[in-house]
């Protein structure tokens, strides 16, 4: 009997790292098509490193900040890392960085992101306060393929949530995180199986 080996996959992050947290347990699951074998930050001491290395996944810190404006020169010790340790899928949480052109096109098609609002809506930053000004009756957050337009790839999937009178961005984000930490590993885990199809 063959055991089909999991898809190695990386999580970036800049922040607190939920939704990696439920992107690495949802791998660890037996019957679950990846598995998380790396976390990368471009924060030191981003909160998540820890949790991550608390889950068994090796996390490691690339900042950004002794790059200065060269991104791209920091794009390539983030990727010459992801080769390193055979990543085939690269997964965006929370990763607040604009990612150049060469990063998007060495990994075309192999990276995937989440973003907090119903895209086409709200590209951008301050998604939830928009959705608020804005009057809508729902929210929600969206993965898709990363392109080189920010926020515009082909959208994989999406969870909706109801905004709710006396909402704030900060109560409403935390309706939508929940929503993301369901929809995230669902939509990964979907898209790693059609891959090896
Ligand atoms: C998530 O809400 C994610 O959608 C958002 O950052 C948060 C990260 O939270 N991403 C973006 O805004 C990207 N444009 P986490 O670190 O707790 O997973």
């Known amino acids: ?36 074998v790396l976390v990368l930050s471009n924060i030191e001491g981003a909160a998540g490193l820890d949790k991550a290395r608390e889950l068994g996944v090796e ?24 080769r390193q ?26 990276m995937l992101n989440i973003h907090p609002s119903l895209l086409p809506l709200y590209p951008g930053l301050d998604t939830h306060a928009r959705a608020l000004a804005a009057g809508d009756a729902e929210a929600g957050c969206t993965v898709h393929i990363v392109t080189e337009g920010m926020d515009e790839g082909p959208i994989l999937g999406q969870a909706r949530v109801p905004i709710l009178s006396g909402d704030t961005p ?3 984000a935390e309706r939508v995180k929940a929503a993301e930490h369901t929809l995230y590993p669902q939509v990964v885990a979907e898209f790693v199986t059609k891959a090896e199809a």
């Not at 490691?60 to 990727?79: F, I, M, N, S």
Request: glycine residues 6%; positive net charge; charged residues 20%.
């Open 1 to 36: 009997m063959t055991i089909a080996s999991k898809t190695r996959i990386a999580v970036l992050i800049s922040g607190s790292g939920t939704n990696m947290v439920s992107l690495v347990k949802a791998g660890q699951q037996a019957d679950c098509p990846y598995e998380v």
């Open 59 to 82: 996390a490691v810190a690339l900042p950004h900040r002794p790059y200065g404006k060269d991104r791209q020169t920091h794009e390539q010790a983030v990727d010459e890392v992801l």
């Open 85 to 110: 340790h055979d990543v085939k899928l690269v997964v965006l949480a929370g990763y607040m960085r604009i990612l150049t052109p060469w990063l998007v096109q060495a990994w075309k098609g192999r």
């Open 170 to 172: 900060d109560i409403l």
